[in-house]
């Protein structure tokens, strides 16, 4: 009544039929359409989730609970009248790198599933990376734990050495990165020469106070020529606001975290004074005393000249009496 090959093809397709996994016989009841509000972020950011829920028909589902994971993070949501959902990791505090997220969604049965993935940007050095790994329960486990509760369990053991040797590894590269470099030792190097040198010369010279202030100040500026003494007063004034300035912004700079180098390139720049700057002192301090010698000596030719006249007459009017 059959045909023999038929019979033996109908058989074959049965055969190969019931031996097909369930999971790929069969789809899921939901499609999970998943998005990423940022598609890289900053470690500390909020990582934000969004997507939405809908059946073969593309109908949205209302309440559908949405579990959404990341790593060894999870968070929940459900779904609106719309079908979409929103998820948030807050403070996501992570290593430099590329991140999976997982999100099942399921009611009454019925499931889906989708996943994407985001980018944590910054600088993935290995210290932070050693961390990252050594940040985990697992890892807080084993490093805080002895090798001998691990004697019947080798799975154990090996995990117990592992992550034993990420924290010697952590703990070798931050000796390593705490190290100073040879320029930064030449640096401090020449700064305590300098401040020996420097310290020498006090003991030797012995200098004592400045001519900025004091009695020794005021004596000093009272022994000048009335001529020159308020143009020397206003150029040590002058040098004094300079030096005074210098001094501030040098410690500024180290209060603020910069290094000594940088103090020092900035206080010398201060200390510094431009062709144009002195220029525009000299003008403005000189140029009235140039005025005023001029016309002294145009009164005081003018009175030489009255006196060489009445002198003369004087001479004359001596001879003729005579």
Same mark, same amino acid.
């Given at each position: ?286 140029? /009235?005393? &140039?005025? *005023? !010698? %001029? #016309? @002294?000596? +145009? =009164? $005081?030719?003018?009175? /030489?000249? &009255?006196? *060489? !006249? %009445? #002198? @003369?007459? +004087? =001479? $004359?009017?001596?001879?003729?009496? &005579?």
């Amino acid at each position: 009544m059959f045909n023999k090959p038929v019979i033996i093809g109908l058989f074959s397709f049965l055969v190969l039929f019931s031996f097909t996994p369930s999971s790929q016989a069969e789809l899921w009841e939901f499609v999970v359409e998943l998005d990423m509000e940022k598609g890289a972020v900053y470690s500390g950011e909020t990582v934000v989730v969004t997507g939405r829920v809908v059946d073969h028909a593309y109908e949205p589902t209302r309440g559908v609970e949405v579990l959404i994971r990341t790593g060894a993070d999870t968070t929940k949501a459900f779904t609106d009248t719309d079908g979409t959902f929103r998820g948030e990791f807050v403070d996501f505090q992570r290593v430099p790198g590329t991140y999976i997220v997982n999100v099942v969604a399921s009611w009454y049965g019925m499931t889906g599933l989708s996943s994407t993935e985001f980018q944590v940007k910054g600088d993935g050095n290995p210290s932070s990376i050693l961390q990252q790994q050594l940040s985990t329960d697992q890892a807080r486990k084993y490093l805080s734990s002895n090798e001998s509760d691990f004697e019947k369990n080798p799975i154990g053991q090996t995990l117990f050495k592992y992550y034993h040797g990420l924290h010697d590894q952590l703990v070798a590269e931050n000796k390593e990165a705490n190290k100073p470099n040879e320029e930064q030792i030449l640096l401090e190097q020449q700064r305590r020469i300098a401040e020996n040198l420097r310290n020498q010369a006090i003991e030797e010279y012995q200098p004592g106070f400045g001519t900025y202030g004091g009695y020794r100040y005021e004596s000093y500026i009272a022994g000048l020529n009335p001529e020159i003494r308020d143009l020397v007063s206003n150029q040590l004034d002058f040098t004094q606001n300079n030096f005074l300035d210098a001094q501030r912004i040098k410690a500024e700079i180290i209060e603020n975290g910069g290094t000594y180098e940088e103090a020092r390139k900035a206080y010398l720049d201060r200390l510094t004074i431009p062709k144009e700057t002195l220029e525009k002192f000299n003008e403005s301090h000189l140029e /009235e005393p &140039e005025i *005023e !010698s %001029e #016309v @002294e000596s +145009e =009164v $005081e030719s003018e009175v /030489e000249s &009255e006196v *060489e !006249s %009445e #002198v @003369e007459s +004087e =001479v $004359e009017n001596q001879t003729s009496e &005579e």
